[in-house]
């Protein structure tokens, strides 16, 4: 027997704005929204979501999960969640391929170059 992944989950100071942040980000669209959790998905019917839920406090430190998005315009897509509200982050990643940047509240991901 194995397990299927059902989500994962973020804590978030806004959960409703940080959803719809990655929402917007990643062409999802909320699923459910309670005062407690808000979900995203790519549809309804199709795992995994990520829920949003509420947090006290501010993030500490470097993060120990992170998104990898692998669009097919590098430069672009950074670009255009940058303008979304999107900073670039130095984690100590040095000469990479790849850029790191954070969601409005800090949460560091990857945008990855084209598969060669």
């Given at each position: 027997?194995?397990?299927?992944?059902?989500?994962?989950?973020?804590?978030?100071?806004?959960?409703?704005?940080?959803?719809?942040?990655?929402?917007?980000?990643?062409?999802?669209?909320?699923?459910?929204?309670?005062?407690?959790?808000?979900?995203?998905?790519?549809?309804?019917?199709?795992?995994?979501?990520?829920?949003?839920?509420?947090?006290?406090?501010?993030?500490?430190?470097?993060?120990?999960?992170?998104?990898?998005?692998?669009?097919?315009?590098?430069?672009?897509?950074?670009?255009?969640?940058?303008?979304?509200?999107?900073?670039?982050?130095?984690?100590?990643?040095?000469e990479v391929d790849w850029t790191?940047?954070?969601?409005?509240?800090?949460?560091?991901?990857?945008?990855?170059?084209?598969?060669?």
């Open positions: 027997m194995v397990s299927v992944w059902e989500s994962l989950t973020v804590d978030a100071r806004d959960p409703a704005r940080l959803a719809r942040w990655w929402a917007e980000a990643l062409g999802y669209q909320v699923v459910t929204e309670q005062p407690g959790a808000v979900e995203i998905r790519q549809s309804a019917d199709r795992l995994p979501g990520i829920v949003f839920v509420p947090l006290s406090g501010d993030k500490q430190g470097k993060s120990r999960l992170r998104l990898d998005l692998r669009p097919a315009d590098q430069e672009a897509e950074v670009e255009r969640l940058v303008d979304m509200g999107a900073r670039h982050v130095d984690v100590g990643q040095g790191v940047l954070a969601d409005p509240e800090g949460n560091e991901f990857r945008v990855l170059r084209q598969r060669g």
